[in-house]
């Protein structure tokens, strides 16, 4: 018997994309252009969310306008009221069928009443419909408004509606989500799992307060184990901005950081370092250790920024734009190097003493 999706019954065709760096989705950033630098400016503002790979908790595959109820028989002969469908599995491809003949159709609304349908596995399906369908309509701030219009929608559903966005690359629309989450719903693990993926990465040593909680709602759960992992996230990035290591010993509970985790974890540090006072050698420091992570998402723009305000911080003269040009160099060779931001590499690229000064005067 083959599964076959009721996509073709229901769906219009999938507008999602595999998630892009939320800067490529936001129209109007500059991001081509070679940018002006101010005195002592401050590093990009990245959320954790934004350097981790997709698909994000709680989903477990990418965004998609398909239905997520699959049925073992062909979706004609069920939308024809034939093959053997519990009454609300019947529904359920009624409402996709009707929205694939009509699409002004709410299938949204004529989903929702299906959600606790004892038929295995529908009413998480109906969610994971419920929420792709909410943020393709729909902005942060319109979710936010459609979610307070019933407040009988489920933990689950504000979950997932944060993790499609974030997987869209839509950061800031599930930013306002995630806000709306950890203010008014109920204390869970997942609650406080949204609030240290979308804390921007320079957020003080939260690392301490994670692991507790990991431990205190089950490393065996698999939010609690999500939890400990965005805990060995900042802990290892705390550690690499320390001057003497010893000051902050590996953790065994931290052992076998996936390759990802650490990257993201040295564009944590990246940020926190940074967070010390705005002098030459710190924004060249942070921006080699971004560059150490350039195929995480934002990470170039702090490696291009740190450079571009290094040129500001530099001594007295700018006899020290070499390193600045070398590093610039490094990121252009890179197979991961963005091209929206080819513009500001080759200003930097081609930056020379005698350019340097003219620009800081």
Known sequence: MVAVALAGCGSPSPRYQP???????????????????????????????????????????????EPHYRVASPWFAACDRRGHLPDDALAYVEAWCRYRRDSSFDVVAALLPQRSSNVLGLGDAIRHDVANLVADRRSGQGAVSWLAEDASHEDALYELLIAVYTDLGRIDDAAIVA???????????????????????SYGDRWSALFVRARSYGLGTSCGAELQRIGCMFWEGARQTFTKVSQLQPR??????????????????????????????????????????????????????????????????????DRVVDLAAVIDASPHAEPRFAGRRAALRAMTPAACDARRN
């Open 179 to 201: 806000k709306e989450y950890v203010e008014r719903r109920s204390p869970r693990c997942s609650r406080e799992l949204v609030d240290a993926k979308f804390a921007l990465v």
């Open 252 to 321: 065994k509970d931290c052992d076998g950081l996936a390759a990802r985790d650490l990257a993201a974890s040295r564009v944590i540090a990246a940020t926190r370092t940074w967070a010390a006072p705005s002098d030459y050698v710190a924004l060249i420091e942070a921006a080699t250790l971004a560059i150490t992570a350039l195929d995480v998402p934002e990470a170039e723009d702090l490696a291009l920024t740190a450079l571009e305000a290094s040129l500001e911080a530099s001594p007295a003269s700018c006899g020290m734009t």
């Open 19 to 65: 998630r892009q760096p939320p800067a490529a989705v936001r129209p109007g950033r500059p991001d081509e252009l070679p940018r002006p630098v101010a005195p002592n400016p401050k590093p990009p503002a990245i959320r954790l969310a934004q350097l981790l790979p997709g698909p994000t908790w709680p989903l477990t595959e990418a965004p998609s306008l």
